[in-house]
């Protein structure tokens, strides 16, 4: 029988030993989540602005595909990840996340569910055609854009 | 105006200008999804073991946000990151998965729906208390855990 690693195992049998797993190897878990969730945000707007741009043909499937998983990305439960006590000038450099986005008069949670919008608008049009992702990935990149303006620090 | 990260950008401009994105920094950007995604799957699964064992209190909000992401996670698109030539003989230390998930015979996608049936079951449950969670995730994990042992090399 093969070895298995930490975090496979800690899931077959969670409940009846004591392994812990969330976080795997090193780093804060919540950073790591959200850093995991905003790659699969960039793999799939990665697809379709290269359609949207002509790089790649377009596929009405992929394009569908790629856009569903937006709009269902955009719509997970982030609260644990989002953790007060995980920005900036708590962790150091593993993260850009400033302590803006947890205090009062954020709007982090509202750009959340402004880019939920704009994916569930761009998951509507993603298969009708080439033309239809450019003005649909607008919203989308504004939302992006929007919240790493004013939550996010400058890359070192 | 602050700078932002080349993946903020692309989101906004993909339509305009020519900037490369999904990938980021370096690595195999099908690996890198495949990988975040798991992550994702840690993640949630670490809140939901550790209230199963008891190491952390039972909140049915929490336990419900957590199954109700595996759910949504274990039904996204992920054909584009399970691409052909991105097993460990093609790539390397950088991915442990094996040329079998491609091959003739290949299972690993009738486990993908087993795992995708699995945390559907959990969500149905998972916001009934603490004692629903175990049972419900034993099969979450034997998915996992089937899925890694045929198709995932060893760690060095």
């Not at 030993?17 to 699969?40: E, I, S, W, Y």
């Not at 990840?81 to 302590?99: F, I, S």
């Amino acid at each position: 029988m093969k070895k298995t690693c930490t975090f496979v195992l800690s899931a077959a049998i969670a409940v009846t030993a004591g392994v812990a797993f969330a976080g795997g190897h090193g780093g804060n878990p919540a950073v790591k989540a959200r850093q995991a969730h905003m790659q699969l945000y960039s793999f799939n707007l990665g697809i379709l602005g290269a359609m949207a741009k002509g790089e790649v043909d377009y596929d009405a499937d992929v394009a569908q595909g790629a856009a569903d998983n937006l709009a269902a990305l955009s719509t997970l439960n982030q609260a644990r990840y989002w953790a007060p006590g995980t920005d900036n000038e708590a962790l150091g450099e593993e993260t850009r996340a400033l302590p803006a986005i947890w205090q009062e008069g954020s709007t982090a949670g509202q750009i959340g569910g402004q880019l939920a919008e704009a994916a569930a608008s761009l998951a509507a049009v993603a298969g009708d055609g080439q033309e239809a992702l450019g003005p649909a990935l607008g919203p989308v990149g504004q939302a992006c854009g929007a919240c790493h303006e004013d939550y996010r620090a400058e890359a070192n």
